[in-house]
T-cell receptor
Framework: AQTVTQSQPEMSVQEAETVTLSCTYD???????LFWYKQPPSRQMILVIR????KQQNATENRFSVNFQKAAKSFSLKISDSQLGDAAMYFC????????????WGAGTKLIIKP | GAGVSQTPSNKVTEKGKYVELRCDPI?????LYWYRQSLGQGPEFLIY????????DSGLPNDRFFAVRPEGSVSTLKIQRTERGDSAVYLC??????????????FGSGTRLTVV
């Protein structure tokens, strides 16, 4: 069965610094999607970045980038130039290729930004 | 509307009572999804509507949970005989048909249900 593990319950970073959140997963599938979602206190799940497993190139969205290591089943999120608005819970999620809405979620990492 | 709207934002109810949670999706989104998020976990899938019909209700935990979407827009999640274990944030999401999580899929801010 697929699993997603976030080993860091909480991380803190100084404003303007860089932080990396870890995520590992287990699957026997070769095609799938991976996501990082942000959940601020407002509770809305907001997509940060997505990665299609068939793409070798790491996804990048402005200050957010991933290090996707398919063989190692690792999918870490790097946040550059951290801002106070980045403070939130961050969830890593695995989506099956043949499902639009079934996901396996990690337990989340709480990111604290120190001013 | 501009986003997915969920009401109420917070609901406290007594054990054994009946509750209704409402989700108003983005206008034009034909697909609607309900998830349940327990403390310290990611969202767990409950049910998926395509139009007015439930296309997949395999995530509903038991027959105390029921959801409707009579006109293909607003959906209501109904929980009978609530139990303390039902306490969670109930999230709704919507999308255009054919898109999935991560592609034009929008979550609401959820309803925090507390059963005392």
């Amino acid at each position: 069965a697929q699993t997603v593990t976030q080993s860091q319950p909480e991380m803190s970073v100084q404003e303007a610094e860089t932080v990396t959140l870890s995520c590992t997963y287990d699957t026997s599938e070769s095609d799938y999607y991976l996501f990082w979602y942000k959940q601020p206190p407002s509770r809305q799940m907001i997509l940060v970045i997505r990665q299609e497993a068939y793409k070798q190139q790491n996804a990048t969205e402005n200050r957010f980038s991933v290090n996707f290591q398919k063989a190692a089943k690792s999918f870490s999120l790097k946040i550059s130039d951290s801002q106070l608005g980045d403070a939130a819970m961050y969830f890593c999620a695995y989506r099956f290729m043949d499902s639009n809405y079934q996901l396996i979620w990690g337990a989340g990492t709480k990111l604290i930004i120190k001013p | 509307g501009a986003g997915v709207s969920q009401t109420p934002s917070n609901k406290v109810t007594e054990k054994g009572k009946y509750v209704e949670l409402r989700c108003d999706p983005i206008s034009g989104h034909t697909a609607l999804y309900w998830y349940r998020q327990s403390l310290g976990q990611g969202p767990e899938f409950l049910i998926y509507f395509q139009g007015t019909g439930a296309a997949d209700d395999s995530g509903l935990p038991n027959d105390r949970f029921f959801a409707v979407r009579p006109e293909g827009s607003v959906s209501t999640l109904k929980i009978q005989r609530t139990e303390r274990g039902d306490s969670a944030v109930y999230l709704c999401a919507s999308s255009l048909t054919g898109t999935g999580v991560g592609y034009g899929y929008t979550f609401g801010s959820g309803t925090r249900l507390t059963v005392v």
